[in-house]
């Protein structure tokens, strides 16, 4: 990635995370550290892979996105006042009655989201089905889909790794957000997963492992993916819960729901306006 691209993303990312911040802060709970680690990577895949606009919000003839872990929703809510889909001040009624910015996503209010997440490992199969329906209908279109490190305890997880190879998906890629933390602990303290990269290839997987914050890494992951012939792919991005924000960051706390509280807010979007 050219050092002009790499400072595009950079703004581009720093205005997604502090919008997320602002719009948790107002709604007084929510998920920041999920949040924050994926912030580089969705934003990559939207700007370079999904190309959403007005004009083919609509159209079927275009790659797809699902955050199967629905709740990091403000990440896409940001990144949607970024491309025009939504106004900023929509961020400010995220988790409102009647608000149309859920909890967790939801395709009756925000159709470009694509799929109701939040029921950890629905996503995943939701983007396994687009992969196959994708494949029936002989499109070219690419299906991306994030997963988180938690939600691969989930055993719908499994069978729908299965179940990708089995049928060849190679227009499948799935990110595994491996920022360690779940809930109210590390991972490796409720259920311990790996070896990742041994237990996916074990099922017919290509699986590329990289640095989710690193442009570069993604970038050349995504490049690998689409060059794949047969099986379908797997990028376990290592990431940093909390990214950005010293006192969330690697720290349990910051999963959600919580409320940011007012000195932490003003502390978050200082420190997120300097990275």
């Known amino acids: 990635m050219s050092k002009l691209l790499k400072k595009k993303f950079i703004k581009i990312v720093k205005k997604v995370k502090i919008n997320s911040i602002k719009s ?3 709604a007084k709970s929510g998920h920041p550290g999920g949040v924050l680690s994926a912030a580089d990577i969705v934003t990559y895949l939207f700007y370079n892979e999904l190309k959403l606009n007005k004009k083919n919000i609509n159209s079927l003839n275009r790659n797809r996105f699902i955050l199967s872990k629905g709740h990091a929703a403000p990440l896409l809510y940001s990144l949607g006042v970024e491309l025009g889909l939504l106004k900023k001040n929509d961020l400010f009624k995220l988790r409102k009655i009647n608000s149309k910015l859920q909890g967790h ?10 799929a109701n997440t939040g029921s950890l490992g629905q996503g995943f199969s939701f983007g396994i089905g687009q992969a196959l329906a994708c494949k029936i209908n002989k499109t070219n279109n690419k299906v991306y889909v994030m997963i988180g490190d938690g939600e ?5 997880i499994w069978e729908g790794a299965m179940f990708a190879s089995n049928y060849l998906l190679n227009n499948l890629c799935v990110i595994l957000d491996n920022n360690k933390i779940q809930n109210d602990n590390f991972v490796k303290n ?10 996916w290839k074990s099922f017919n997987w290509n699986v590329i492992t990289i640095d989710g914050h690193n442009f570069k890494q993604i970038k050349n992951a995504i ?19 909390g990214k950005g924000v010293n006192f969330m960051e690697n720290n349990p706390l910051w ?5 940011i509280g007012q000195k932490n807010y003003e502390r978050a ?7």
């Open 105 to 114: 996503t939801s395709r009756n209010h925000t159709p470009w989201v694509e």
């Open 190 to 199: 409720i259920i311990k997963i790996n070896p990742l990269e041994k237990k």
């Open 24 to 26: 948790i802060y107002h």
């Open 152 to 156: 691969i305890q989930e055993g719908m």
């Open 269 to 275: 979007i200082k420190e997120l306006s300097n990275e």
């Open 255 to 259: 999963h959600g729901s919580i409320n």
């Open 223 to 241: 490049n690998k993916f689409k060059k794949e012939k047969n099986n379908p792919t797997l990028i376990v991005a290592n990431t940093i819960k």
